[in-house]
């Protein structure tokens, strides 16, 4: 545990802004983590954490939960509201930030993860929830539906989502932060919903 609580200093408006460096390559591949529990990659990160919530002027703790596949570091404190940030811009932009820095080389990678309380969970469960509507909207209409542009992780989280999703594929269009996932009815399904509605 690696836990902070520096004196109250100007805080700095507004969330970090990173660049993906390659977003189809994380969103499709995901990258599986070479390290283990116990290499003191947690550590590590949640001191990076601590010390750039520091910097930014922001009254919060860091809690680490690790298993074989990841570590979480959890922000809690008086400003874990600025941690999230819009619609969790500023979680996810510190979790490139920390990812960066502790991920330096390519030996032992960890994927990190930064939360604050179970932010990520009902994110994540919301998406989720827009990607099956949409995907049987999708069906039952017999088009292609496209969402609203969406961060790197967002599209992964719905492109997961809809992986085993039947009558449907996802791609992913665009550049940069106009970047949207387009749900895709198989011609399969389009023609049965054709016939069914023909039926009727």
Not at 158 to 187: C, E, M, N, W, Y
Request: proline share 5%.
């Amino acid at each position: 545990m690696d836990e902070r609580n520096p004196q109250k200093q100007p805080v700095l408006d507004g969330a970090l802004f990173v660049g993906d460096d390659d977003p189809d390559a994380r969103e499709e591949a995901g990258g599986a983590p070479s390290g283990i529990p116990g290499d003191g990659k947690a550590e590590q990160s949640a001191e990076a954490l601590s010390g750039i919530l520091y910097r930014m002027g922001l009254v919060a703790r860091v809690t680490i939960r690790e298993d074989a596949e990841r570590v979480v570091l959890d922000v809690q404190g008086d400003d874990a509201g600025r941690v999230i940030g819009k619609k969790g811009q500023t979680l996810d932009s510190l979790q490139f930030l920390v990812n960066k820095i502790v991920n330096r080389f390519p030996e032992g990678r960890r994927h990190i993860i930064v939360d604050s309380g179970d932010y990520r969970a009902r994110h994540d469960n919301g998406l989720i929830s827009l990607a099956r509507r949409e995907a049987k909207r999708a069906v039952q209409q017999g088009k292609v539906i496209t969402l609203e542009p969406m961060s790197p992780r967002d599209r992964r989280v719905i492109h997961l989502s809809l992986a085993k999703f039947p009558g449907v594929s996802t791609r992913s269009d665009g550049q940069g932060a106009d970047r949207r996932i387009q749900i895709i009815p198989s011609r399969a399904s389009r023609g049965i919903e054709q016939r069914t509605r023909e039926r009727r």
